[in-house]
Structures are given as structure tokens and as C-alpha cells.
T-cell receptor, first 113, second 116 residues
Framework: AQSVTQLDSQVPVFEEAPVELRCNYSSSVSVYLFWYVQYPNQGLQLLLKYLSGSTLVKGINGFEAEFNKSQTSFHLRKPSVHISDTAEYFCAVIGGSNYKLTFGKGTLLTVNP | DAGITQSPRHKVTETGTPVTLRCHQTENHRYMYWYRQDPGHGLRLIHYSYGVKDTDKGEVSDGYSVSRSKTEDFLLTLESATSSQTSVYFC???????????????FGPGTRLTVL
């Protein structure tokens, strides 16, 4: 079985500040990791994914995440946020050959002027 | 954007009535999923399908049934709707890579269901 913990339910930041959204996972097998973003009243859009290879993954809109196997983490970062980054962010994991995604409970990022 | 549509987009119904939500894809992906999204719970898997007529339960399947008679359509039915089933419902699709492993899921726009 696999699980995902997003450590912060809400993260308020000011525009142009850096941000880190934290995600930890547990799984008994190798994993594939994802970050999705959900803008208000919309569906989920893939931000980035880690399947294999380089542990630093770059995604859309200037976001990046680093896979850390020893700490079982996949934190999302952006060096300078914009008002338009205000959204809910979900970390998700697939374990091994299991094709079912397990989601964290989400982190609401609010960017203030 | 992946070709996924959901209908209806909004629905209000009364307790005890049956409700069917439809997910339609134009990507010819083998795998389809139904999730519900509730505040504080993230997305939880209701049912999924790994091929035509092949379905299985997710973590919150009680009170729901599904059917998939053709690749492009996946139906979610609430047999007798209850207020606890008020939620936003998302459909998703995925496909295997060349290694047979699954990669990301693509999501539809969602259906907001209110059960009074």
C-alpha cells in the first residue's frame, strides 16, 4: 500500500517570494511521483512528474521538484511566485506496476500582492 | 488538452433518486477512473476500468456502480443518491507506456453534484 502526506494544508505567500510545498510518501516498492495543480473551478492539470533518471524535475510555469529517496520526499518549489499561481496543489504517487494514483489531501497556495 | 468530457457539468437532485454521470474520451486510452473530491480529503478513487466491461472498486465505492460498454465511455451511477454523495466528481484516463508501466492520468473538467 502507498500513501502521500502533504504537510501543509495552506501556504500563504507574497508575490515574488519563493515557495516550497512539501510532500512525503510511503511505499514498499519503487514509485512514480506527480504534482498536479487545480485552479479554482477547474480540473486537475499535470505540473510535473518523476518517473526515473534525474532527481530534479522541471515542470510547467517555472515549478520544479526534487525526488529524495532516502527521505521519501518530493517537494515542489518555485523561486518567485505570481498571483496567478494561486491554486490547490496535489502530490500523487503510483507504486510499482500498480496503476492507481494515490493523492495527498492538497495544499492551497495563496499568493498575495 | 486530453479529449475528456463529462456530463452533466452540474446537477442538483433529491435524496433517493438515481443519478448517472458520463465520462467520454476521444484518446482511446484503456484505463478510466472515477474520483470524488471533497474538502480536506483530496481526491479519492471510486471505481476504475482497465478495459471494456472490466471494472473494479476503489477506496470509496459503496453506493456507486459503474459500467463501460465501449472504450470511450465510462458511466458512474449513484443507485439512490444521499446527501453524503454531494461532491465534485472527476473522470480520468491513462495509458501504459512501452514498458507496460502507467504514467500520468489526464483529468476531465468535473461534475458538481448536489444532493438535497
Amino acid at each position: 500500500a502507498q500513501s502521500v502526506t502533504q504537510l501543509d494544508s495552506q501556504v500563504p505567500v507574497f508575490e515574488e517570494a519563493p515557495v516550497e510545498l512539501r510532500c512525503n510518501y510511503s511505499s514498499s516498492v519503487s514509485v512514480y511521483l506527480f504534482w498536479y495543480v487545480q485552479y479554482p473551478n477547474q480540473g486537475l492539470q499535470l505540473l510535473l512528474k518523476y518517473l526515473s533518471g534525474s532527481t530534479l524535475v522541471k515542470g510547467i510555469n517555472g515549478f520544479e521538484a526534487e525526488f529524495n529517496k532516502s527521505q521519501t520526499s518530493f517537494h515542489l518549489r518555485k523561486p518567485s511566485v505570481h498571483i496567478s499561481d494561486t491554486a490547490e496543489y496535489f502530490c500523487a504517487v503510483i507504486g510499482g506496476s500498480n496503476y492507481k494514483l494515490t493523492f495527498g489531501k492538497g495544499t492551497l497556495l495563496t499568493v498575495n500582492p | 488538452d486530453a479529449g475528456i468530457t463529462q456530463s452533466p457539468r452540474h446537477k442538483v437532485t433529491e435524496t433517493g433518486t438515481p443519478v448517472t454521470l458520463r465520462c467520454h474520451q476521444t484518446e482511446n486510452h484503456r484505463y478510466m477512473y472515477w474520483y470524488r473530491q471533497d474538502p480536506g480529503h483530496g481526491l479519492r478513487l471510486i471505481h476504475y476500468s482497465y478495459g471494456v466491461k472490466d471494472t473494479d472498486k476503489g477506496e470509496v465505492s459503496d453506493g456507486y456502480s459503474v459500467s463501460r460498454s465501449k472504450t470511450e465511455d465510462f458511466l458512474l451511477t449513484l443507485e439512490s443518491a444521499t446527501s453524503s454523495q454531494t461532491s465534485v466528481y472527476f473522470c480520468a484516463i491513462s495509458e501504459t507506456g512501452t514498458s507496460g508501466l502507467h504514467f500520468e492520468q489526464f483529468f476531465g473538467p468535473g461534475t458538481r453534484l448536489t444532493v438535497l
